[in-house]
């Protein structure tokens, strides 16, 4: 089976291949030392054809000046032990030739012949970027390897395509979208992201050093485990300060991302498909299209990084619209206060209630469906509860929508019960090993979606739903990994292609659904963050990042989300309190600024609100929407995490044409009544003047200007007290005279 550009590597190669502007061209070769140099932003990354034909790192860093010297002398192999394939950084390896370093190509032929030795064949310059072919030295295997730079960020994007131009089938072992070099240093920091449902986002730091660290999912998805995102630091580099280079993956399967120190001291980071478990037949023909593996670099520390990929997500991966990037809507979500016990009476008592605090969007939950009594059955059955909703789900949008908001439904397409009348007809549908048990997770499998007639078939009933109502909105969950990964329906030399096939064809619906309603958006929810990657943000609106809603934990989550991916996409919800995942009580104020440095959502049961909440939700949304656009689109500074110095979360926001900032500050508890000091502002205008209020509408604390420079904010800094647990404050700072 021929596999597909992703739509994004498709827009990026389109993007390329526009006629060049020569003033303005980010991309160039130098034919005496076949040197390929590609600029943007502030850094430059090259690389060359060596003399032996292979591709060659050169540089990847800050911007160089034009004209700068970039070759090298040839490398050499080290010993017997170690020959040249080894010493070479190879910009895309073929595992042949005597390498023993992590190939980004590995493949077997039916003869047993698995050496594959890649050279340059040609090239091909684009507007910011260079296409490449390589092909063994005596088969015809050949791989088109993509490069893109992003104009303002100097991210780099790297894919490639593998093509049997051969009479034989070949048998594809391990494929990488690209391998990215760093040079010889021993002071690096790894630092990735790892966790579990409930407790996803964990920053994780070790030493880079000789020994490999494997950033993986085996589960068929992104999962929670560990994120596609890494960094890598130097030893004096800080949140503001130092070199950093950085990079994502955008691929929602299974996923390996493997960085080491080869024997030469340089570091060697190669992500793409998942080995394990893995291999893809390549018909005569046929080509494999890898996904793209976007990285970065950063002179200004983890701080900076995280800023550069904000800014290259929000304004070249996200989904816009007409140009411009949405921002997202105050939502509420019913399941908090329903769960699965809904019907039409009692969603629209909570709509008209989220209606007075200025809920934009109201979201309805699972339990609209089948026979959705409970997470035992109905998932399949994607038509609405006769019982629940006896004259369809038409009253309730309408009275949603006569209240202000748009109305949205959750849905979990790819997921069956073995009670639901789908499995019943189809239970061949779901991913299986024949004649193996069907380990079910939250009571339910996997559909397969690999196979095109159970892809046909979603798309068609999730378009259905869409045209037969009138629905803004769509929360897509995914609440397990998979199980006995089998396709006994395909042929068994094709069975493990699964783990591409399945994500090709989520990506197909999804596109798909997009182009034929255009006005709906998407959130991508799997049992938290367990599927948020660049490859599904490509095609969502926004990400719920956790199932656990407790404002304090949410700060670290929230914290390592934001390392990788942008405020512009991260939902928050304001829940009850005492918190169901972990009986913490906070305060309602507390909450709110928790959940208002992303989207914001609210979760509560509002039937049990008294009038005092409803006040006070409704000074945190009037407030939250003054901010909105700067706390999803602007620059995020992170001020200080929790630490025992200062156990307090402060992170400022500040808006992209600088005119506005949002300062949150929220400390679990106090000692001791042990002095807190001022919080110093970052990324001000020094000679702009700032006027500040506090976004609860209370008086500032005396001695606190209303107004003041912006060096002043950044130099002497705004003193919050705070006394007692879970106290919390945010500001606003408004930039006059402009």
């Known amino acids: 089976m021929t596999m597909r550009l992703t739509p994004l590597a498709g827009l990026l190669a389109a993007t390329a291949l526009l006629p060049a502007a020569p003033a303005v061209a980010e991309s160039s070769y130098t034919a005496d030392g076949q040197v390929f140099r590609l600029d ?7 690389f060359r054809v060596n003399e032996a034909g292979l591709l060659q790192a050169v540089y990847w860093g800050s911007r160089l000046a034009a004209g700068d010297p970039l070759v ?9 032990f170690d020959v040249t394939a080894n010493v070479v950084p190879q910009e895309f390896a073929g595992w042949g030739g005597g390498l023993f ?15 594959l030795v890649l050279r340059y064949v040609s090239h091909r310059l684009t507007r910011d970027g260079v296409t490449v072919s390589l092909r063994d030295i005596q088969r015809p295997l050949e791989v088109t390897l993509t490069y893109s730079i992003d104009r303002a960020t100097g991210i780099v994007g790297r894919s490639a395509s593998i093509r049997n131009g051969g009479d034989t089938d070949v048998r594809i ?5 690209a391998t990215y070099t760093l040079p010889v240093a021993y002071d690096y920091k790894l630092h990735y992201l790892t966790g579990r449902w409930a407790a996803e986002w964990t920053r994780q730091e070790r030493p880079l050093t000789a020994g490999a660290t494997v950033i993986e999912s085996r589960r068929g998805s992104t999962g929670s485990q560990n994120n596609p995102w890494f960094a890598v630091s130097r030893a004096e580099t800080t949140e503001d300060a130092g070199p950093v280079w950085f990079g994502a993956l955008a691929w929602s399967g299974s996923f390996r991302i493997t960085v080491d120190q080869d024997l030469t001291g340089r570091a060697r980071i190669v992500g793409g498909f998942n080995p394990f478990d893995f291999a893809y037949r390549l018909r005569p023909g046929e080509q494999l299209d890898t996904p793209t593996f976007y990285a970065g670099h950063a002179d200004d520390g983890m701080g900076e990084a995280s800023r550069l990929l904000h800014r290259f997500q929000r304004n070249s991966v996200l989904p816009r619209d007409d140009g411009r990037l949405p921002l997202r809507p105050v939502l509420y979500n019913s399941w908090e206060a329903t769960e699965f016990d809904v019907d039409e009476a009692g969603q629209i008592a909570l709509a008209e209630r989220a209606a007075r605090i200025g809920v934009e969007r109201f979201v309805m939950d699972d339990g609209w469906f089948g026979a959705r009594n409970n997470d035992r059955a109905g998932l399949g059955d994607w038509t609405v509860n006769p019982t629940k909703f006896p004259n369809g789900l ?8 006569s209240l202000g908001m748009d109305f949205g439904l959750w849905v979990e397409p790819e997921m069956v019960n073995a009670d639901s009348d789908l499995y019943r007809a189809h239970p061949d549908w779901v991913i299986n090993f024949d004649g193996r048990p069907r380990t079910e997770g939250r009571n339910q499998m996997v559909l397969n979606l690999a196979r095109e007639d159970v892809r046909d078939h979603l798309l068609e009933v999730l378009d259905r739903l869409l045209r037969e109502n009138d629905i803004a909105f769509l929360k897509w969950d995914y609440n397990r990994n998979w199980s006995e990964p089998g396709w006994p329906a395909s042929e068994v030399a094709d069975q493990q292609e699964i783990y591409v096939a399945y994500v090709r064809n989520l990506y197909y619906i999804l596109d798909e659904l997009r182009r034929r309603h255009p006005d709906v958006e998407i959130e991508s929810c799997s049992g938290g963050g367990g599927r948020i990657d660049m490859g599904i943000m490509s095609r969502t609106d926004q990400m719920w990042a956790s199932d656990n809603t407790d404002p304090l934990d949410r700060l670290q989550i929230q914290d390592g989300f934001t390392q990788a991916y942008a405020p512009a996409v991260m939902m928050a919800w304001v829940t009850d309190s005492p918190n169901w995942l972990n009986g913490r009580a906070t305060p309602l104020d507390f909450r709110f600024l928790s959940a208002m440095q992303g989207g914001l959502g609210i979760g509560t049961d509002l039937n049990h609100w ?3 909440d409803f006040a006070t939700a409704n000074r945190y949304i009037a407030a939250y929407k003054r901010i909105r656009e700067t706390v999803q689109q602007g620059e995020l500074h992170r001020l200080n ?3 025992e110095a200062d156990a307090r979360w402060t992170n400022l926001y500040i808006a992209g044409d600088g005119s506005q900032a949002a300062l949150f500050t929220l400390n679990q508890g106090t000692h001791k009544a042990d002095p807190l000091p001022a919080i110093r502002l970052a990324g001000l205008d020094p000679e702009a003047r700032y006027r500040v209020e506090r976004m609860d509408g209370a008086a500032l604390a ?10 002043y904010w950044m130099g002497q800094g705004i003193d919050v007290a705070m006394r007692g647990d879970y106290q919390a404050a945010g500001f606003i700072f408004t930039r006059e005279g402009r």
């Open 394 to 401: 038409g009253p309730l949008i309408r009275r949603v929508k």
């Open 101 to 115: 370093q992590e190939p980004a190509l590995k493949v077997a032929y039916p003869d047993g012949n698995r050496d």
């Open 173 to 177: 072992d391990q494929a990488a979208a």
């Open 641 to 643: 995490r929790s630490n």
């Open 610 to 612: 008294q009038e005092a």
């Open 702 to 711: 005396a001695g606190t200007p209303e107004v003041a420079s912006g060096a």
């Open 40 to 46: 943007g932003g502030d850094v430059t990354y090259a």
């Open 72 to 80: 090298k002398p040839e490398l050499r192999g080290h010993s017997g």
